[in-house]
């Protein structure tokens, strides 16, 4: 029974460069979170996915970063012209449904921009 | 805006001593509470988390909590601890009337050393 999958685990963009990152989530859910974690500054909510839609954008800068979750296929957050400022571990989550509290976390994806 | 404040940003024992993170949220209604695990280079995992109930919740790994409404508090125990209990810990809480995954708000995480 796969758990939440991440990939890739490191990513090495220089500025500039566009960063794809991947997320599947564990069978049987269809909601997915991204969180962006920093030292110093835990956890912050990015964006709350379902099948095909946004439903909660509210932690994601307006610009250069963008996030999917289509039909078929992982769940991806985009971040075009990367900055020395979005190095950070991204983690992926997914729960079977919206409200309990409990989710469920992948290895995350480590940006390191140069 | 309701807040989780992990008191210790490092807390250090010694193998088989008594593990206590202590964890506070700003809230006049109780919410949801939850401890997660971040063990090196992993995702969090859910180690146990309150709704509603009885106030003392067990979770894995020997961890318990325990609910005090008038203390608004949510402290991390576990009665002996092992080497391989070393990791960040993290409480999170939802707010009582918006019961959804996206409003989870976040401790700054306290890293526990199990020193041998």
């Known amino acids: 029974n796969a758990g939440v999958m991440q990939n890739p685990r490191h990513l090495v963009r220089r500025r500039g460069q566009e960063a794809r990152l991947r997320c599947s989530p564990m069978?049987?859910?269809?909601?997915v979170y991204w969180y962006r974690q920093l030292p110093e500054e835990g956890l912050k909510f990015m964006v709350y996915?379902?099948?095909?839609?946004?439903?909660?954008e509210s932690g994601m800068p307006k610009e250069r970063f963008s996030a999917e979750f289509p039909k078929e296929g992982p769940s991806i957050l985009r971040i075009q012209q990367v900055v020395r400022g979005d190095s950070a571990a991204y983690f992926c989550?997914?729960?079977?449904?919206?409200?309990?509290?409990?989710?469920?976390f992948g290895e995350g994806s480590r940006l390191t921009v140069l | 805006a309701q807040s989780v404040t992990q008191l210790g940003s490092h807390v250090s024992v010694s193998e088989g001593a008594l593990v206590l993170l202590r964890c506070n949220y700003s809230s006049s209604v109780p919410p949801y509470l939850f401890w997660y695990v971040q063990y090196p280079n992993q995702g969090l995992q859910l180690l146990l988390k309150y709704t509603t109930g009885a106030t003392l919740v067990k979770g894995i790994n020997g961890f318990e909590a325990e609910f005090k409404k008038s203390e608004t508090s949510f402290h991390l125990t576990k009665p002996s601890a092992h080497m391989s209990d070393a990791a960040e810990y993290f409480c999170?809480?939802?707010?009582?009337?918006?019961?959804?995954?996206?409003?989870?708000?976040w401790g700054l995480g306290t890293s526990l050393a199990v020193n041998p």
């Open positions: 996915l379902q099948k095909e839609n946004i439903i909660d």
């Open positions: 989550a997914s729960s079977p449904t919206g409200a309990t509290g409990e989710l469920f």
């Open positions: 069978k049987g859910h269809s909601h």
């Open positions: 999170a809480v939802i707010p009582p009337r918006d019961g959804n995954n996206r409003k989870l708000i």
